[in-house]
């Protein structure tokens, strides 16, 4: 009898070391793929990832005045929530671009979290070719707006709408500008 008890708790301390050693190997696979990459992102010279808020996401979707099948993009999508706030409740084809890692697979996580209709693309946004975006929403540092305003001059057709949180478009006349608490939120019309 005591035979049996002993290899039975001999069996359950190996499931218990084995358990313990996948939870370890688990924790250093999500440190290493998205705590590192969405810390990194958080102190990244071009944009960090600092999320709007759902009150301003908001604002800048009514702002836009979406139409069902428009196609709209989030340049630096974070963790995805515009597009997948626009595709959920506008029917748009929204795509987000997002270069980090971390802040890609986050928005990815969302997405999918949310029934998978909006697009998460994991690139950086000046390889992305514009010329069929209708909607472009951003919340970029100045210095990277000045490559995007090259990109929508050179690609982007007249009408296309632009909304930016917080930064101008250097030169710019903006169409509409909403405060929003301590966001502003600035329309720009090719
Ligand atoms: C201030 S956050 C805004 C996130 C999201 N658009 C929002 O409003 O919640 C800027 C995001 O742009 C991403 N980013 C910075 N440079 C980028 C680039 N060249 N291409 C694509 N994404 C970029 C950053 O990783 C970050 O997630």
């Known amino acids: ?25 688990f924790l250093i696979f999500i440190i290493l793929t998205i705590l590192f990459p ?9 944009a960090p990832f600092v999320p709007t808020s759902m009150k301003v996401v908001r604002e800048m979707l009514k702002i836009a005045s979406l139409k069902e099948g428009e196609r709209v993009y989030d340049l630096g999508c974070g963790d995805g929530r515009i597009v997948i706030e626009a595709a959920r409740h506008y029917k748009v084809k929204a795509i987000g671009v997002e270069k980090f890692f971390g802040t890609w697979l986050l ?20 390889r992305i070719n514009l010329s069929s975006a ?24 007249p009408g296309t709408k632009i909304i930016s949180h917080d930064f101008k478009i250097k030169d710019w006349q903006p169409e509409k500008i909403k405060k929003v608490g301590h966001s502003t939120i600035y329309l720009y019309r090719v």
Do not use: H, W
């Not at 009898?1 to 190997?25: A, P, Q, R, W």
């Not at 928005?107 to 950086?124: E, Q, S, T, V």
């Open 107 to 126: 928005a990815k996580l969302r997405n999918f979290f949310y029934g998978g209709k909006a697009i998460i693309l994991r690139d950086d946004f000046r």
């Open 38 to 46: 969405l810390v990194s992102s958080f102190f990244s010279k071009e």
């Open 1 to 25: 009898m005591e035979k049996f008890i002993k290899s039975d708790m001999n069996y359950l301390l190996g499931i218990v070391t084995l358990f313990c050693l996948f939870l370890l190997l």
């Open 134 to 157: 209708q909607t472009i929403f951003c919340y970029l540092l100045p210095e990277i707006m000045a490559d995007l305003e090259k990109k929508i001059k050179k690609e982007c057709f």
